[in-house]
């Protein structure tokens, strides 16, 4: 699933490369990933892109006064090219769930589709005249990299939630932008375990957390931006130090890194950095994760 810095990196990119384009034709081939009626879809149709801008895992293109902002899910992603197809579009045919052609202010031809794999379906496109419309949005906690997102604001998210600190990374409404694989990354960056409850971290590992959320986050960001969106998950996966990288040798102390599955997901950590050398259990029934 693409994470704050991945989505940074996409909406840089969309910026730099549609500013100033005009949008002359939406296709949506998905009904469920359309969540909005009004304005119609095709009301975009013809206007110029102003801006691009991100929140948390949300991106927002603006044209003429009308947003369309999508979430690219689990198993969403973004395809750009500057040779699109003319070739039409068959709905449920594939995985483009959506296709904006754009003329470029040079006289090209631009090309966006937003696709996703397997057969669980989770993309979600809105086309609004406030991006703060979306539900998702609206209900989306502090920006960690916001410059106004303080360490006291953290100690004091962290003082009001009874809950395992990798929930509470993940949870969107508690903090923008953090998934699995930047928590787990924070998490042992920190040496904090991944159980550990968010409301019981003094304030000296609060301080430790907060340090571990701008080094790991901000330096993912520098690496996503200016890269083309077919680059940037070899760039994520290239940057992680135990998140998808179970058996191998954490490259901090040398320790093997472990696993716990649950019924959709899993999470990495290092024993050694983190729990103290303690294994814990693999139980893929438990509901940690929600």
């Not at 003429?64 to 689990?74: K, N, P, Q, S, T």
């Not at 449920?92 to 631009?110: C, E, N, T, V, Y």
């Not at 502090?142 to 006291?152: A, G, I, T």
């Not at 903090?175 to 930047?182: D, Q, R, T, V």
Request: glycine share 10%; net charge neutral.
């Amino acid at each position: 699933m693409p994470e704050l810095p991945e989505v940074a990196g996409l909406t840089a990119f969309l910026g730099t490369h549609l500013e100033g384009a005009v949008l002359t034709k939406l296709q949506v081939l998905s009904v469920a990933v359309l969540k909005t009626a009004d304005p119609p879809y095709t009301a975009l149709e013809g206007r110029t892109v102003t801006g691009v801008r991100r929140f948390g895992k949300f991106v927002s293109m603006e044209a003429g006064g009308l947003h369309f902002v999508f979430h690219l899910a689990r198993a969403g992603w973004v395809r750009y090219t500057e040779s699109p197809s003319e070739t039409p579009l068959r709905p449920g045919k594939g995985p483009i769930a959506a296709r904006l052609s754009f003329a470029g202010q040079d006289g090209g031809h631009l090309g966006v589709d937003l696709t996703e794999a397997g057969t669980k379906k989770s993309l979600a496109v809105y086309v609004v005249t406030d991006p703060h419309e979306v539900p998702g949005i609206a209900a989306l906690g502090p920006d960690p990299l916001d410059p106004r997102f303080s360490v006291e604001n953290l100690q004091a998210i962290l003082a009001a939630s009874p809950h395992q600190i990798k929930g509470v990374l993940r949870s969107q409404n508690v903090m923008a932008g953090i998934g699995n694989a930047y928590s787990d990354e924070i998490l042992h960056a920190a040496r904090i375990s991944p159980y550990t409850m968010a409301d019981s971290l003094d304030k000296e590992t609060v301080q430790v957390l907060y340090t571990a959320i701008h080094d790991v986050l901000g330096a993912a960001v520098q690496e996503a931006l200016g890269k083309a969106p077919g680059n940037l998950k070899d760039t994520k996966r290239g940057g992680m130090n135990v998140h998808g990288r179970a058996g191998e040798l954490c490259p901090v102390c040398g320790d093997t890194v472990r696993e716990v599955s649950f019924a959709d997901t899993a999470l990495q950590y290092c024993p050694t950095c983190q729990t103290k050398g303690k294994v814990l259990a693999d139980r893929r029934t438990s509901r940690f994760l929600k």
